[in-house]
């Protein structure tokens, strides 16, 4: 994750989730008709209704006027998002809020605009992941267990209906790059099969791009490892292979092959590694890196966690109340 997260904030990523009030209004670009033409949508129905044809059909060829529908484009300036979510941490885990894991890199971002210190989370992996990206509760979206837990009733199948959109589906219908980077936790199981239905896989669900594993867990050295809908062994031939490196640097050219071919597309990257979750296997570089680190002991960790965050807080004029209430254990 660091290596990502130093990629993109060299680049212009913004961490956002909204679009200023004034980019509402329909912004049209190129002579309308034309196949360069593009459109903004006004975004309350999805999909939206489909362009009349604004041509003529007459007998003849030379008596018509042909007409191809805009393209959907976000808005301009519309931000690029890179959403990410880490399995098992807890709130003081990274340095960028209070933990002894430096995290350089997302510093730098956070430093340039907000940290939150609220975020909901159902204690189950599926059903946060579920919650996340459509934005509802847990079980109106069939995640009120595990995926492996899943009981055939409604709230807890498994399945993300149509009529509960996806984050992955709103910003592809409003022209958004849309992929998504790592675990899987939100596909019924007994749907992991390359013969589909795909309907309930990432590219089912919004998401154009889909490099990442199938389940709650999976072997970092031989992942079990799908680029879109079709499994991949990109460990084979390659000793000290780990999905973690190799997750960065596919979510690396993807963005790199985006800004060549659309620079100005904005995107939505889903970055979701699973290295922080059961099996745990970092590289030998990353064990000697932080061997002795964590020999105080828990309570002594906490004490040190806490008193990073309160200089966190001072340094940004806040107050501590609020992470009081986060370490109540």
Known sequence: MTKIASFLSSTSVLLCLSLPQDAVAQQITGTPGSPAATTTIEGSQLPSEPPKFGGVINETAKDSKPYWPPSVVPPKGAPNVLLIMTDDQGYGVSGTFGG???TPSMDRIADTGLRYTQFHSTALCSPTRAALITGRNHHSVGFGV???MSTGYPGYDS???PESATIGTILRDNGYATSWFGKNHNTPTYLY???GPFDQWPVGMG???FYGFMGGETDQWTPYLFRNTTQVFPWVGKP???LITDMADDAINYMNSLNAAAPDKPFFVYYVPGGTHSPHQPKKEWIDKFKGKFDMGWEKL???IFANQKRIVRA???GICRLRSLYRL
Do not use: H, K
């Open 240 to 242: 000290g292979y780990n």
């Open 302 to 304: 906490r004490e040190q």
């Open 100 to 102: 002894v894991i430096p």
């Open 316 to 318: 940004r004029g806040g």
């Open 146 to 148: 595990i995926g492996e």
């Open 207 to 209: 998401f154009e791009y």
């Open 159 to 161: 399945v993300i209906g």
């Open 193 to 195: 099969s390359a013969a």
